[in-house]
């Protein structure tokens, strides 16, 4: 029987402007009473949930003829600490009208991205700020998801920025994918990180304490650009339970290992079985990247190695999954080579 997320709120919510926009449902209080229910709305009280596992995300989605691509970004966090977000509205649909059910194009992607962000915060040069984020793309012809095919005439570029509240610019990319528009069956993406990852990233970019906040932006291209919709949603231990289900790390090897779009790198990464580990090797004389570091899929760091060094060279592994190994130029990532390990 499938578990969701109920949760019963102490509070009595008296202005009607809550009703339409209900913001506040993502802050938990420790004492909030949270439970789970089963599929027929059953409470069971022996399945609590801890108010620190609840954080709000965003869903953007995209939809064409032969494509739906969805991609889900929450559990925003400085440090230890969740980071809430700025517009948001518990269970909202943007570019949708609920009762036409139907699509209503109220905002531009541009318009969308300015609107989709977390609150700003005071970010010091020793903290780290940290997010999940997962994309996937279902095959309307047979109505399944086939990491083999993507068919678009649109572009999908979404990147996650940390900016400076201060004056609007960009202080430090945080993660960025791309999908190309293609008429054939393989598609082609370019990703930092796996299809599924928390991406974390210590402020290393500013000298002084600043107010900042990170904002999700999505763009699309090609002959017949499409918007985005965006779903407002409240999760539970998304992270947590998607980077250790098997069938969502098989996606993601899925996707790397279907990608028809081949990098420039100049270093390759491949997985070893017995002993687990990864050898990488680094095309001699390259001055591409100067550094390489290697993560795994919830974003912590296994190994960095500083160039040059000798090559090939032998990174151990604990566990069977996917890792991704990152060339760093001048602390800027330059280039990604993902593997799967047994």
């Known amino acids: 029987m499938k578990t969701s997320l109920c949760i019963a709120f102490f509070i009595v919510l008296s202005s009607s402007s809550f009703a339409q926009c209900d913001s506040l449902a993502q802050v938990q209080a420790a004492d909030d009473t949270l439970f789970a229910v089963t599929s027929d709305s059953t409470y069971d009280p022996t399945k609590y949930i801890l108010p620190n596992e609840i954080s709000p995300f965003y869903t953007f989605d995209l939809q064409e003829d032969s494509v739906r691509f969805k991609y889900r970004v929450g559990e925003f966090a ?22 036409g059910d139907s699509a209503r194009w109220d905002y531009t992607n541009a318009e969308l991205s300015n609107i989709s962000r977390t ?25 399944s998801y086939n990491t083999s095919k993507f068919v678009s005439s649109n572009s999908i570029s ?42 974390a990233r210590q ?18 291209g090609g ?9 407002d949603m409240l999760r539970t231990s ?23 779009c081949s990098q420039s790198c100049t270093f390759l990464a491949e997985p070893l079985a017995n002993p687990r580990g990864i050898q990488v090797s680094i ?25 040059p060094t000798s090559s090939p060279y032998t990174v151990s592994v604990t566990s069977s999954g996917v890792y991704v ?16 390990v047994q």
């Open 78 to 99: 400085l440090n230890s600490r969740w980071v809430y977000l700025e517009t948001w509205c518990h269970d909202k649909q943007y570019n949708f009208d609920v009762q």
């Open 283 to 307: 095309a001699p004389g390259q001055t591409a990247v100067d550094a390489l570091t290697i993560f795994d899929i919830n974003g912590n760091v296994l190994n960095t190695t500083t160039l």
């Open 158 to 199: 979404v990147v996650v920025e940390l900016v400076n509240a201060e004056n609007g610019l960009r202080l430090t990319l945080l993660d960025s994918m791309h999908i190309a528009s293609t008429g054939s069956n393989q598609p082609c993406v370019v990703s930092w990180k796996p299809a599924i990852a928390r991406i």
């Open 223 to 231: 002959s017949n650009a499409g918007t985005f919709m965006r779903y």
């Open 119 to 143: 609150k700003t915060f005071a970010l010091a040069p020793s903290d780290t700020v940290s997010f999940y984020r997962e994309y996937f793309w279902l095959d309307k012809t047979t109505n």
């Open 238 to 260: 998304f992270s947590k339970t998607h980077l250790a289900d098997a069938g969502w790390q098989d996606y993601a090897r899925n996707v790397a290992e279907d990608n028809n």
């Open 325 to 340: 190994v990152v060339g760093f130029k001048a602390g800027s990532p330059i280039c990604t080579v993902v593997t799967y």
């Open 203 to 220: 402020a290393t970019s500013i000298e002084d304490t600043v107010s900042a906040y990170m904002q999700v932006r999505v763009a699309t």
